[in-house]
C-alpha cells in the first residue's frame, strides 16, 4: 500500500470509499474485540439468485477493498443465508411445484430440491450462488442460518431476545396493523408435530433456558428454542445476527429502509449497535417493476454471462448505486463497451481519477492493460449484417481487415466478445432486424457513397472512409446528419442505431458494403 494510494483514499469522493470511511470512523481509531471489521451481506434462498442478489456481495467487495486501501485493520466478508426461513409460496420458475407446495412452511433447508441435484431447495439455490460468487473470485466465507442456528452458536441471543422479548415487542407491534399484532411473535417456533416453521404468538417460560409456551392446533406445547427448535422473524433474526456475530458492515435495499430502522432498535435493546451501510435502490425490469425472485423477472446471472463478459456486470451494478436502474438484457451491450471506454483510460489517469474510475472497483486496483482494438457495439452489428448463421471464424475473417494481425491468440478479450456478440445477435438482433426501402433523397445520397466508396482502396483507413460519408450526407441535402446516419442503419444494417459507419465499413470492408448499398437499392 502506497503512502499517495491511501492519501487519495482517504479523500476520494467515490461511493465506496465514503462507505468505507464510516466503517473507519465507527472502529474509532481502534480494533474491534473481534480483531477484524466483518462485512456481511444477507441472501434469501427462497427463490433462484439473480443479479440483484448478486450485486450486493459485489459492492459490499468494493467497499472492503476501499477500507484496505485506508486501513491495516483486517477485514472479513460473510454471506449470510437466510436458509432455515419457511417457504411462504412456490416460485413460479422452478419444477416440480406440486411437491414444492407441499412443503409450504417448512424450513426452505428441510425441502427437497424441486431440481433433484441436492440435498434440499436451500442447498440448491446457495450452491447457484456460491458457483457464481466463486466464478468471480470473490473472496468470502459462507454461512447458512441453519448451521448457525442448530450448531447453538446463536443459542446466547436467542436467549437474550427472551430476557428482553416485552421491549421488542414494543418496538414491532406499533408497525403492525391490527390483524397481525394478534398472532405476531419475535420467535417462531419449529412445530416438533409438523416441521414448519410457526407463526403463533408464544409465552416466555424461562428466558435462561430458552424454553417457551404456545398452542398448536389446540394443543399446548412448551418448547425449547436453542439449537435448532425455532428461528426468529426476520427483522429480529436481522438485529439479533448483528449483535451475535458484532457486523460493522451490511448495505440493503431501499424497501428495507424502515426494516432497518426496527432491526436497529432492536440490535440496540439486545446491547448491540446496527452496522454501517449503504441503503441503495432496486433494480427494476423492462417495465418498470421490482426485480422478485419468486415473480423470476430479474436477469439471471447465467443470462448476462451468455452475452457480456464478467467485468461488464460487475460495471453495471457499480454505477450510481443510489439511483434505480432498469436491468434486463437490452442493457448489456453498452456495459459492455462503458466497460472498456473506463478500462482503456485508466492507465494514463492521476491517482485521484483512478480511485473514481469503476474499473479501479471492479479488479482491486489491478486493472488489465490488454487493449481492445474493436468494440462490443461494432462487433454486433457486424454479426447482424452476416446474419444468424455467422459463426466465429468468419467473424476473425472480417477483422483481419481493420486490425493487423487479427486472431484469437493475439486479442483473447476479442474471441470472448466475438462469442458473447454471435449468441446476442442470434437470440435478440437477428430476429428483430428489417431493413426498409431508402427514399428518393437516401437513394440518391445512397449512390453518391457507393461511387466514393468505389474510389477507395480496399484496405482504406476508417477515418478516411468517415469523412466520407460525413461528405455525402452534407452535400445530400440532410440538414441534420442525424437523420443521414440514421437513413444508413435503417436501410443497410436494418437497425435504428448503429456504429461509427467508417469503422463498421472499414471492418465489413468495402466491396461487402457497397453489395449492402446494392440491395438497398435493388
Not at 246 to 265: A, F, I, N, W
Not at 478 to 497: C, K
Request: charged fraction near 25%.
Amino acid at each position: 500500500m502506497t503512502d499517495d494510494l491511501r492519501a487519495a483514499a482517504l479523500v476520494s469522493k467515490a461511493w465506496p470509499y465514503e462507505e468505507a470511511r464510516k466503517v473507519l470512523a465507527r472502529l474509532k481509531g481502534g480494533v474491534p474485540a473481534k480483531g477484524n471489521v466483518l462485512f456481511e451481506t444477507g441472501y434469501g434462498p427462497s427463490g433462484l439468485p439473480h443479479i440483484g442478489t448478486f450485486n450486493e456481495v459485489l459492492r459490499t467487495t468494493m467497499v472492503r477493498r476501499a477500507f484496505a486501501e485506508m486501513s491495516d485493520v483486517p477485514t472479513r466478508l460473510l454471506a449470510f443465508s437466510d436458509d432455515m426461513d419457511g417457504l411462504r409460496k412456490v416460485p413460479d420458475n422452478v419444477p416440480n411445484q406440486a411437491m414444492l407446495t407441499q412443503h409450504l412452511g417448512e424450513p426452505l433447508s428441510r425441502i427437497p430440491d424441486p431440481f433433484g441435484k441436492f440435498e434440499s431447495f436451500a442447498h440448491h439455490n446457495n450452491a447457484m450462488l456460491r458457483a457464481f460468487l466463486d466464478r468471480f473470485g470473490f473472496e468470502y466465507e459462507f454461512a447458512s442460518s441453519t448451521d448457525y442456528y442448530t450448531s447453538g452458536r446463536f443459542d446466547d441471543q436467542l436467549k437474550n431476545v427472551l430476557a428482553n422479548y416485552q421491549a421488542i415487542m414494543d418496538i414491532m407491534l406499533p408497525t403492525l396493523r391490527e390483524e397481525r399484532r394478534r398472532t405476531y411473535s419475535p420467535v417462531l417456533p419449529i412445530s416438533p408435530v409438523s416441521g414448519k416453521v410457526l407463526q403463533v404468538p408464544i409465552e416466555v417460560v424461562d428466558a435462561a433456558a430458552g424454553l417457551i409456551r404456545f398452542e398448536e392446533d389446540g394443543a399446548t406445547h412448551e418448547h425449547c428454542i436453542l439449537s435448532g427448535g425455532a428461528k426468529l422473524q426476520w427483522k429480529v433474526d436481522w438485529a439479533m445476527r448483528w449483535v451475535a456475530l458484532d457486523v460493522d458492515y451490511e448495505m440493503y435495499g431501499k424497501d428495507l429502509t424502515d426494516s432497518g430502522v426496527q432491526s436497529g432498535r432492536i440490535a440496540k435493546v439486545l446491547g448491540g449497535r446496527k452496522p454501517e451501510g449503504l441503503i441503495y435502490e432496486m433494480f427494476l425490469d423492462e417495465k418498470g417493476e421490482k426485480i422478485s425472485k419468486s415473480k423470476g423477472n430479474g436477469l439471471a446471472l447465467e443470462d448476462w454471462l451468455t452475452y457480456g463478459p464478467g467485468e461488464s456486470v460487475a460495471f453495471y451494478a457499480y454505477r450510481e448505486p443510489k439511483s434505480a436502474k432498469q436491468l434486463h438484457i437490452g442493457v448489456i451491450p453498452r456495459a459492455v463497451d462503458e466497460y472498456f471506454q473506463f478500462r482503456a483510460n485508466y492507465a494514463d489517469q492521476p491517482i485521484d481519477k483512478k480511485l473514481g474510475n469503476p474499473v479501479h472497483h471492479i479488479h482491486g486496483g489491478n486493472v488489465p492493460d490488454a487493449p481492445m482494438p474493436v468494440t462490443f457495439g461494432l462487433l454486433l452489428n457486424l454479426v447482424g449484417v452476416m446474419g444468424a448463421d455467422a459463426d466465429r471464424a468468419q467473424v476473425w475473417a472480417y477483422l483481419g481487415n481493420y486490425v493487423p494481425g487479427a486472431s484469437a491468440e493475439a486479442y483473447p478479450e476479442v474471441d470472448t466478445l466475438i462469442g458473447h456478440a454471435l449468441a446476442y445477435n442470434r437470440d435478440f438482433v437477428a430476429p428483430t432486424l428489417k431493413r426498409r426501402k431508402p427514399d428518393a433523397r437516401e437513394t440518391t445520397a445512397l449512390r453518391d457513397l457507393d461511387a466514393r466508396l468505389a474510389a477507395l482502396p480496399e484496405g482504406a483507413e476508417a477515418e478516411a472512409i468517415q469523412n466520407e460519408v460525413y461528405a455525402v450526407g452534407k452535400e445530400g441535402g440532410f440538414e441534420n446528419l442525424r437523420d443521414w446516419f440514421a437513413a444508413l442503419y435503417e436501410t443497410l444494417l436494418g437497425s435504428s442505431q448503429g456504429p461509427r459507419m467508417g469503422s463498421f465499413i472499414a471492418l465489413y470492408g468495402i466491396a461487402n458494403t457497397r453489395r449492402l448499398i446494392a440491395e438497398a437499392l435493388a
